[in-house]
């Protein structure tokens, strides 16, 4: 066998050559003849030539090939990698369009499913939010209360702020007491501030900032009625009556200051009918001014600070609406980016199936209507054909130019015809 493949070198007929290399040779034939015998062979048939030694090598390439073209077990055993390959890919398109399939059929329906549930809920929240929240909301109430206690803050600053300067700074002189609207003027007066001012920056600074800390108490008194202790009792009970003390030693200061003045201006002596005795504790709680001025502020302080109850009742009501809201449209963000991010994940495995089936039609075509060569194989022949080239130069004594034309020619035949299709295959792979 290995004969008849080395007659192609031989000077027998070509028909008769190519009958029986179709009749009998193979490719592991082909793999068995000593190429380096070959090389010194033709060597000396060809006297070393540049010209005989590229048509020898161009025989060697192309026999190689025709060889391997007809040989079907080496031809699918050089093809299985590309099989392999191709179903690889087609099982990964398989897996990825059952993904896309998944995503499409389950993951999004059941995403947008639940963001319709989620604002069915917002609706019921605004609809009737008694029965998320527990309690009934009254968003009407919330602004109403709202507004009483804008007025009742507005009433209570200058109720204080005018009350304060008349207890401790202001003097009453006849003109003021001759007023028949005295009292109201000491408890409502516009122009308290502008008068602390013109007193002094100390007065100034008390009588603008004493409103607030009624105010303060007031705050205080809803914040102890939102514990569950039972010392809160205690706790507001204990701020009411400090209010009220206070609120008693400011209505007294200014029941003092106006009776004091009308004392003063009497001309009546001890004994006669309208004579005026020292101002006392008795007679300020037998004088209706007194009491006027305690309730005209103390009565507005306990329901300034029942409606600011209320108001941040209703407040916080409202806030928790708004909270139950706001959760179920972050909720409902998140969904819609999880729908995005399968959204992206089928684009991505879409793009995936279509490279795949690129590949797959290039593999398929390789597969179906190429003939694959061994590159190793055939590198080897030629290499061993050129060390036995080359040792007949050598014995011949050929130059050393002669020599490395030679084993440059073939080189560049390798590059050429060799590695250019291993790096081909490697790329595809």
């Avoid at 025989?59 to 990698?81: C, G, S, T, V």
Wanted: charge should be negative; proline fraction near 2%; glycine fraction near 4%.
């Amino acid at each position: 066998m290995v004969q008849l493949i080395k007659g192609m070198f031989n000077n027998s007929s070509p028909k008769e050559n190519k009958e029986e290399k179709e009749d009998t040779a193979s490719f592991q034939d082909f793999v068995k003849i000593d190429w380096y015998e070959e090389g010194r062979i033709k060597a000396q048939t060809h006297d070393g030539g540049e010209t005989g030694l590229l048509c020898c090598v161009n025989w060697i390439y192309h026999n190689h090939k025709e060889i391997l073209r007809k040989d079907h077990l080496e031809q699918e055993k050089a093809k299985r990698p590309y099989i392999e390959k191709r179903q690889e890919l087609i099982s990964q398109n398989d897996v990825k369009q059952s993904l896309i399939d998944r995503i499409k059929e389950n993951d999004i329906p059941r995403l947008k499913t639940k963001i319709e549930s989620i604002r069915t809920e917002i609706s019921d929240i605004r609809r009737n939010p008694e029965q998320f929240i527990g309690n009934k909301v009254g968003k009407a109430g919330f602004i109403i209360g709202g507004l009483i206690l804008l007025f009742l803050t507005l009433y209570l600053f200058i109720f204080y702020s005018s009350a304060s300067f008349s207890a401790f700074f202001k003097t009453f002189s006849a003109t003021e007491l001759a007023e028949e609207n005295v009292i109201l003027k000491s408890i409502f007066d516009g122009q308290a501030l502008m008068k602390a001012w013109n007193d002094g920056a100390q007065e100034f600074v008390f009588v603008l900032t004493i409103p607030f800390l009624f105010l303060g108490l007031g705050y205080l008194i809803h914040k102890f009625q939102e514990r569950e202790e039972w010392t809160k009792y205690l706790k507001v009970a204990a701020v009411l009556i400090v209010t009220f003390i206070f609120d008693a030693l400011i209505a007294y200061s200014i029941d003092k200051g106006i009776y004091e003045a009308v004392r003063e201006g009497s001309f009546a002596s001890p004994g006669d009918p309208d004579y005026l005795p020292p101002h006392t504790i008795q007679l300020a709680f037998m004088s209706e001014k007194f009491w006027l001025i305690i309730f005209a502020g103390f009565v507005a302080y306990v329901i300034w600070g029942l409606v600011f109850d209320f108001v941040m009742e209703a407040y916080s009501k409202l806030d928790q609406i708004s909270i139950e809201i706001n959760s179920r449209n972050e909720e409902i963000k998140r969904l819609e980016s999880q729908i995005q991010e399968k959204d992206d994940e089928i684009s991505k495995a879409s793009q995936e199936i279509g490279n795949n089936e690129v590949e797959i039609e290039r593999l398929r075509t390789k597969i179906d209507h190429s003939d694959i060569i061994s590159h190793k194989e055939l590198e080897l022949s030629l290499m061993r054909f050129l060390n036995g080239w080359l040792e007949v130069l050598s014995f011949n004594r050929k130059p050393e130019e002669h020599k490395s034309n030679a084993q440059k020619k073939v080189m560049e035949f390798i590059e050429i015809n060799v590695n250019t299709l291993k790096l081909e295959k490697s790329a595809q792979e």
